[in-house]
């Protein structure tokens, strides 16, 4: 009777295997992969050159963010359920503040539904790009700055494998609560301290004194260190007070910078204040040391309602603050002490307040 039956089961078995069936549980369903909105602004990464060895001669977003996504697929797909948003395809130069504005209500927008956010731009002002989104942008979730320093058809582009590994530490939700960073050349670096280093090199960002937050090797994302941010991840204080829905976007004040060298003139500051711009950074020499002609300038002006914030020129060191008339922009660089001064500004025109959203954000420190 056993060995009946068990012919009987082989028989069985056979038929469903011949007919395509199959006797082992269902297939598990497929682990679903993070929802990730590359936004495109355009810059070299969408560059167009008119030789595949005109690495520097090109021109720049000529190329959609939805067609620079497809070359990477079917790889990507592994990855991140990815859609796209052309926000912009120029220059990163060339966009206005106002627009920062709108990128960042863009951002929030599809970070409501997604699970990260990758923007492209072009690196001569991805540094602002960045920095500004790292002030503004009100979700925790990943904003991941990515592009290139040569065209999309040359030889030896960076761009498509800067675009996949942005969009790989995007997917990996690693960066969440770090506020806004960027990835190219495989390095991670944090928005408040990157800068562009070389107008022309592939590893040209670099953070000064600090070094880079980690790296993507493939499909590896290591994370070495962390913005002092994320101590607060889980507090109300995470975000900063520059909630753009409750600026005006008609209503962005004017800042400027004026650079301090050898026997400057006071007349740019002036020139400036009588033009109607409301806050200025001073990038000093050493530590932070302007002329006599642009010291006696800058007490016009600051009596005139002028906010003033001193900077150095020579990218690192600090310039700390002493209650003088100048806020101390810390270890700031000029171009990013500007948007923070700018983003106070929009807010309030208490200096106390400024100064203190000054040591507070702009110098963020563990503990």
């Known amino acids: ?61 000529q190329i959609s963010i939805a067609d620079l996504v497809k070359f990477l697929q079917p790889e990507l797909a592994s990855v991140a359920d990815v859609s796209t948003v052309q926000f912009g395809n120029k220059g990163s130069g060339s966009y206005t503040i106002p627009e920062y504005y709108d990128l960042t209500k863009v951002v929030d927008q599809q970070l409501a539904r997604a699970d990260a956010v990758v923007v492209t731009t072009g690196t001569d002002t991805m540094e602002e790009f960045a920095y500004w989104l790292d002030l ?22 960076d761009g498509p494998a800067n675009l996949y590994n942005a969009i790989t530490l ?13 990835m190219l050349n495989d390095e991670i670096y944090p928005a408040r301290d990157a800068t562009k280093t070389s107008g022309l090199r592939m590893d040209t960002f670099q953070t000064r004194e600090y070094g880079a937050l980690g790296f993507v ?7 070495l260190r962390a913005p002092a941010r994320v101590e607060e991840c889980r507090t109300s204080k995470w975000a900063t007070p520059f909630d753009l829905g409750k600026v005006d976007r008609a209503k962005l004040p004017r ?69 003088g008339t100048a806020i101390g922009g810390e270890d700031l660089l000029p171009q990013k002490a500007r948007l923070l001064l ?3 500004l929009a807010k309030t025109n208490d200096v106390a307040t400024i100064r203190g959203w000054f040591t507070r954000y702009g110098m963020q420190q563990f503990g």
């Open 255 to 323: 800042t400027e910078i004026v650079y301090g060298y050898q026997g400057a003139g006071g007349e740019a500051i002036t020139a400036f204040a009588d033009a109607g711009v409301k806050g200025i950074v001073t990038a000093g020499t050493g530590a932070g040391g302007i002329s006599p002609a642009q010291s006696a300038a800058l007490a016009a002006a600051a009596k005139k309602g002028v906010t003033f914030v001193s900077t150095t020129r020579t990218g690192s060191g600090a310039v700390y603050d002493g209650g």
């Open 136 to 157: 503004t942008v009100r979700s925790k979730k990943p904003v991941v700055l990515t592009g290139a320093m040569r065209p999309w058809n040359v030889i030896g582009t």
């Open 217 to 223: 090797d493939e499909k590896r994302v290591r994370l």
């Open 1 to 61: 009777m056993l060995w009946k039956r068990s012919r009987w089961l082989v028989a069985l078995l056979s038929l469903v295997v011949l007919f395509g069936g199959s006797v082992a549980a269902a297939a598990p369903p497929k682990t679903r992969v993070p929802k990730v909105v590359v936004i495109g602004t355009g810059g070299t990464i969408a560059g167009v050159a008119d030789s595949r060895v005109a690495l520097q001669t090109y021109r720049s977003g």
């Open 342 to 344: 700018l983003l106070s």
């Open 170 to 182: 995007a997917a990996s939700q690693r960066t969440s609560c770090f506020g806004t960073v960027l």
